[in-house]
């Protein structure tokens, strides 16, 4: 029983981190129809951020302080979106898509070697972070605490930002662009200012998945690529441009992994992969998603 309950605790750890960098990923793509290769790099960003805050003051504060600063990494990554739609992306909206892949790919190979050269090839950690928050018994099974809090944090992501999305204004100014952009435009919409806010907000979420988990994992050169291949993979399985999908297909993929992890760790990948084709045989447009 207490091995049970510590793996479903560890597939939705698992689930909280790929959901955080996938839903910004899905929400891109439902909005601007970009599929943005570089959001990895932000995920990477918001760690290396993270990591580089909580060091510099780590010496002046308590602890419990220092968990606030993994808010400047998202910060850091919304930051950057922010510039990187308007400047760099805008202009190939009216451009074939293989444009804008190369743009987000040139983009991914440009801030992997920025972290370079800013941080070092080294790996920043704030293992204090992750240290401060002791176990926890649940039913019986005894969890680390820090994991508990990132469970926390995604599941407080997903209700936010279904609430943003489904009961504010600006998300149902947000959908009624995704559907039919012209048509939004048409009756005063101002698409652009739509367009750098939902970038703006995927990268958001992906800098705070990278800042969340940089206490156990470090901020490593390379983490980004791994991280969106596993978005893409949850993205397939649950359907790109959908945020119920990426939440369905964030507890899929985590689900296997803790599973693979534990019983098949040779061919843990493959399995996910193969679980995405399958999903793509049957439904090509995935679970959610809008053919």
Not at 77 to 92: I, Q, V, Y
Not at 233 to 249: H, W
Request: hydrophobic fraction near 60%; aromatic fraction near 10%; charged fraction near 10%.
């Amino acid at each position: 029983m207490d091995t049970l309950l510590t793996q479903i605790l560890n597939s939705l750890f698992y689930a909280s981190i790929l959901f955080l960098i996938a839903c910004g990923l899905s929400l891109v793509y439902g909005v601007m129809r970009i599929v943005n290769m570089a959001h990895g790099s932000l995920y990477a960003v918001g760690a290396y951020v993270a990591a580089w805050a909580v060091g510099l003051v780590a010496s002046y504060l308590h602890v419990s302080l220092l968990l606030v600063l993994l808010l400047i990494g998202a910060a850091a990554a919304a930051l950057a979106g922010a510039l990187l739609e308007p400047t760099l992306l805008r202009p190939l909206y009216q451009r074939p898509e293989e444009y804008q892949l190369l743009m987000t790919f040139g983009l991914l190979l440009i801030l992997e070697d920025l972290m370079r050269m800013v941080w070092g090839p080294y790996p920043l950690t704030a293992s204090a972070l992750s240290e401060f928050f002791p176990s926890i018994s649940v039913l019986g099974a005894t969890y680390p605490g820090y994991n508990i809090f990132v469970i926390v944090v995604g599941g407080a992501a997903a209700v936010g930002l279904w609430a943003f999305i489904y009961r504010t204004r600006f998300g149902i100014l947000l959908r009624a662009t995704s559907q039919n952009m012209r048509m939004a435009s048409a009756l005063g919409v101002d698409v652009k200012r739509i367009y750098v806010q939902a970038f703006t907000i995927g990268c958001l979420m992906a800098g705070l998945g990278g800042a969340v988990v940089m206490p156990l994992s470090g901020a490593v050169l390379g983490m980004g690529v791994d991280a969106l291949i596993l978005a893409f993979v949850v993205v397939v399985i649950g359907g790109l441009g959908s945020l119920e999908g990426a939440l369905v297909g964030a507890l899929i993929v985590g689900a296997v992994r803790t599973l693979g992890i534990m019983y098949f760790a040779e061919i843990e990948l493959a399995v996910l992969y193969l679980i995405a084709a399958v999903v793509l045989f049957l439904r090509p447009a995935g679970l959610f998603g809008r053919a």
